[in-house]
RNA sequence: GCUGGGGUGGCGGAGUGGACAAUCGCAUUUCUCUGUAAAAGAAAUGUCCGAAAGGGCUACAUAGGUUCGAAUCCUGUCCCCAGCA
């Protein structure tokens, strides 16, 4: 068995566990007591988006990220390796990949380094419950030699990064978790020696990392059973970005107990909802193949609806309002419409979460 | 009643003799969204045939006319708007 508790310095949450994406800090269209009723136990934020964004003054003067945001759950940080990796790609940020850690070009004459140690310090700073290791993100379509290169790169900067996480917590009663991240693309045999090479430098947990999915969005596992396979016991498995319900199930089953994702938020702010197929909460059953469905709220078919968007919900949007009236806000583009959808769609979620731990 | 302006696809609004089944915006429908550049993006939207390329038909108030060719020019009619009576 995985590690069943996640324990934080506000309390403790079972797993297997979701944890939506409050990248900067704030889950879009929501405030924290909304994020709260959801039953969410933990939200995510990014390292390397609050590294740009946050006044570092603004941590010495509140202690830690999460009382910034007033929110008493858990919070992890993300070391912020995939989106630099994916904004440099799509031209947004200007940047390079070497092993000192990523250089960016902010400006004429300007050079930063963000670095395997000043992503754990920045995460120390944040005061976060779960500090995740900066990995060199293996591209999909790498060669062998180049998914190699990024696995050695992220087992460097993983040591480099245990090291500092050691440094900077040395005799501390309470440190937050240390998860390393595993690379190595679709290439299995990578996959298993970075797990083992990371399990090694010893974590609490290790993170599936890269983008597994295929052109039509469906997801190659083989690499998540290696990486299960060759972990101890004890260890937190996060699908680091995974995903859609289906998904998460199935990772479930292979032993992956921790999980983020913008899916619930996005597709809300989009418009689609999730429900399960089901008359109430008790009847919900996860088993069955096609245990959800996705209510597209904006279609001019709902607008006389007077019925809740899902029986088997007990959110505020489900509790309170009908389709028809759901489906005016979004018309009209209020962002009321955008925050109740969202706060559907943590609430299946949280809902599929506590399914998955009985 | 007179004078002037105008009537374009579900709506707004371009076009003002050939490249117009008609730019664009909105709307509608469908699809996409996976460690958040995302309140975002893509496609379709007269009708018929075709898997597609493509082709046929019908359309720019209405009835005629000019022209090889008209949403675009001319005439009648109907309707709308502004000013004057």
Not at 230 to 245: Q, R
Not at 253 to 265: A, K, Q, R, Y
Request: charged share 30%; with cysteine.
């Amino acid at each position: 068995m995985k590690q069943k508790l996640f324990r934080y310095k506000n309390g403790e949450i079972s797993l297997p566990a979701f944890f939506p994406d409050a990248t900067r800090g704030v889950i879009k269209m929501l405030d924290f007591k909304d994020v709260e009723e959801t039953k969410t136990p933990g939200v995510l934020v990014n390292t390397f988006h609050l590294w740009q964004k946050l006044d570092k003054k603004v941590l010495e003067k509140y202690g830690n990220i999460g009382k910034f945001m007033s929110w008493e759950g858990a919070v992890i940080s993300d070391s912020g390796g995939f989106q630099i990796m994916s904004q440099i790609k799509k031209g947004i940020i200007k940047g390079k990949i070497k092993d000192e850690g990523v250089i960016l070009y902010p400006g004429k004459n300007k050079r930063l380094v963000f670095s395997p140690e000043e992503s754990i310090c920045f995460q120390i700073k944040l005061g976060t419950d779960m500090v995740i290791v900066l990995d060199d993100f293996t591209d999909p379509k790498s060669s062998y030699k180049e998914a190699k290169e990024s696995v050695e790169r992220t087992l460097l900067w993983a040591r480099r990064s245990k090291e500092e996480f050691e440094k900077l917590t040395k005799g501390r009663k309470e440190k937050p978790y240390l998860l390393g991240v595993v690379q190595g693309g679709e290439y299995l045999d990578l996959r298993k020696l970075c797990t083992k090479e990371l399990v090694k430098i010893g974590f609490d947990g290790l993170g599936w990392g890269g983008w597994p999915f295929d052109e039509k969005g469906k997801i190659n596992f083989a690499s998540a059973e290696v990486i299960s396979e060759n972990t101890p016991k004890g260890y937190f498995l996060h699908g680091l970005g995974i995903g859609k319900p289906e998904d998460i199930v199935k990772c479930v089953s292979l032993g992956f107990n921790i999980f983020d994702c913008v899916i619930p938020t996005r597709d809300g702010r989009h418009g689609r909802l999730f429900t399960f197929n089901a008359d109430s909460i008790n009847k919900i059953d996860i088993k069955k193949k096609n245990f959800y469905s996705v209510f597209t709220a904006d279609k001019d078919s709902n607008s006389l609806e007077d019925s809740p968007v899902s029986t088997s919900c007990d959110c505020l949007l489900c509790k309170k309002y009908s389709k028809g009236y759901l489906r005016h806000l979004f018309k009209i583009g209020d962002v009321t419409a955008m925050r109740l959808a969202s706060i559907h769609n943590l609430r299946f979620y949280s809902i599929l979460m506590e399914k998955l731990g009985t």
